[in-house]
């Protein structure tokens, strides 16, 4: 485990917080890294896990219309850890780092888009702190955790089993999930990560040779997922959603076994006059299957939402 990592910006600060590289500040000691790519209104990425490696949700098609800011969440990659690490990575914290990166920036708003875990996050921090906001994509996201939340992966999972029953590759991908409960080092996270992969895609088998590469370079540090009271977050939106008033875009892939289109259909009846876009040929990874779908998507509801106050690199 690496230890906690303290404010080392140095120079990089002199760049300009919108340049594109890699850039890195300090907050109440705790290093906070992300990466610029891009040109346009500025979207800042919260990825998933929580845990895993940022650069797994690269958009190069957004990147070409939009100043794509990827995070890397406190805890994960070469961003600092708290010093409870592995445990006290709350949604509140998370969005206390958001926001510390969005004045960071210095543009009057800015679009969130979370991804998996990182969508219970962009969730939060829209109905928290929505001052800084033009927008929020809410991507494989859902208004719950919990019970209810696995006994509905758990039912797609099987789903996903009976359709490729006899394939070589399902032991494993089961054997995978069967081991998520017994997670406790970073080694073990990204052997579960890359082990359940082929479930997280349509069609992960007939495009192998073209994501397999995906798959094996997955890397992730592990969270717990618990507090510093090591109590679990459990997390349930729907009331509060209700209430939501920055604009939001949900997307969600029909084949998707841990978020899938009934927690995107849930979302979008919630939140008032939110959009959903159903990805007919996508699992979790929409961004990967139908990136230029994907990457149309999010820049028509940036451009309708951007106003005059988002900002632009």
């Known amino acids: 485990m690496r230890t906690t990592a303290y404010l080392t910006d140095g120079p990089r600060s002199s760049t300009g917080p919108l340049?594109?590289?890699?850039?890195?500040?300090g907050v109440g000691g705790i290093l906070q890294r992300y990466h610029v790519h891009g040109t346009g209104p500025v979207c800042l990425v919260h990825s998933g896990g929580p845990g895993i490696f940022w650069d797994y949700l690269r958009m190069p098609a957004l990147e070409e219309h939009l100043t794509m800011v990827y995070l890397e969440p406190i805890g994960?990659?070469?961003?600092?850890?708290?010093?409870s690490h592995p445990h006290g990575y709350t949604r509140e914290r998370y969005s206390r780092f958001v926001e510390q990166v969005i004045n960071r920036l210095g543009v009057p708003k800015v679009h969130l888009l979370g991804?998996?875990?990182?969508?219970?996050v962009a969730a939060h921090h829209a109905l928290t702190r929505p001052g800084r906001l033009a927008g929020?994509?809410?991507?494989?996201?859902?208004?719950?955790?919990?019970?209810?939340h696995g006994t509905e992966a758990a039912r797609r999972v099987e789903e996903f089993a009976a359709r490729h029953?006899?394939?070589?590759?399902?032991?494993?991908?089961l054997a995978a999930f069967s081991a998520m409960s017994s997670i406790s080092d970073d080694e073990s996270t990204v052997m579960v990560a890359r082990g359940v992969l082929p479930s997280y895609f349509a069609d992960y088998w007939g495009q192998e040779g073209r994501l397999a590469p995906f798959r094996d370079a997955v890397r992730a540090t592990y969270i717990s997922g618990l507090d510093e009271c090591l109590s679990p977050e459990t997390i349930d939106d729907r009331a509060a959603l209700r209430e939501l008033a920055v604009p939001a875009l949900v997307v969600?892939?029909?084949h998707d076994v841990i978020c899938g289109p009934r927690w995107g259909e849930e979302l979008h009846k919630l939140i008032p006059g939110s959009r959903l876009?159903?990805?007919e040929n996508s699992g979790h990874m929409g961004h990967i299957e139908e990136p230029e779908l994907f990457a149309g998507t999010v820049r028509?509801?940036?451009?309708?939402?951007?106003?005059?106050?988002?900002g632009a690199a």
Do not use: K
């Open 19 to 25: 340049l594109q590289g890699t850039h890195s500040f």
């Open 76 to 83: 994960t990659g070469e961003s600092g850890r708290l010093p």
């Open 115 to 120: 991804h998996s875990h990182g969508a219970f």
């Open 136 to 148: 929020v994509i809410l991507y494989e996201g859902a208004p719950v955790t919990g019970a209810e």
């Open 165 to 173: 029953a006899g394939h070589p590759g399902l032991p494993d991908v």
């Open 252 to 254: 969600v892939g029909r």
């Open 277 to 279: 876009r159903v990805l």
């Open 300 to 310: 028509d509801f940036v451009s309708e939402t951007a106003g005059p106050g988002a």
